[in-house]
């Protein structure tokens, strides 16, 4: 009787044990999901921040006298660049969208701007990398919810606070970005 209690309590053990560590690598696992799709956000911003110079470059040659929303966007830019936590990214991303918003409203003002080849390719790239970017930021929010939800729930809680796993923080807009921007000829 007591060699069997003895089986019952190292089997009991066992099961904990295995399901203990599964847990642990599959927060592991989810936790590494995160990063990497926060690297592709990153990513997409870098290929904008890339873009903005040609592009920039490009309009100056057609609209010279509008120099203010150009260090605008060379602003934006390099706030963006210089930005290390999720909100100042989301931050600085939020002033650079802004700025580019107003960039273009310069070149509606400039019709023979629009029939450049070069500006026509440059808009597109930046158009297809901001759907490229809004998608990134999706991904990456997604992959924290299913991180978060699984450091929450139980038991799989009292793995993560033993291993000190802690909830990740989502990617959210700055603040007045959900207001529509006002565009002035």
Excluded at 80 to 101: H, M
Excluded at 140 to 146: I, L, T
Excluded at 154 to 179: H, I
């Amino acid at each position: 009787m007591k060699n069997r209690t003895l089986w019952i309590v190292m089997a009991v053990l066992a099961i904990v044990l295995i399901a203990g560590v599964s847990m642990y690598n599959g927060m592991i696992s989810t936790n590494e999901a995160i990063d990497s799709k926060w690297s592709q956000v990153e990513n997409q911003l870098q290929r904008r921040s890339d873009l903005i110079p040609n592009l920039v470059a490009t309009t100056k040659g057609y609209a010279a006298q509008e120099r203010e929303i150009f260090t605008q966007v060379a602003e934006a830019r390099s706030k963006l660049a210089g930005a290390n936590t999720v909100g100042e990214k989301a931050q600085a991303d939020a002033e650079l969208s802004d700025a580019l918003s107003r960039l273009l409203v310069v070149v509606e003002r400039y019709p023979e701007l629009k029939s450049d080849a070069n500006f026509r390719q440059l808009a597109d790239e930046l158009a297809g990398t901001e759907n490229r970017l809004t998608v990134a930021r999706k991904d990456y929010n997604d992959a924290v919810q299913a991180y978060n939800t699984r450091i929450k729930r139980f038991p799989s809680n009292m793995v993560a606070n033993m291993a000190g796993f802690t909830a990740r923080e989502y990617f959210k807009a700055a603040e007045g970005t959900q207001e529509v921007p006002q565009v002035q000829f």
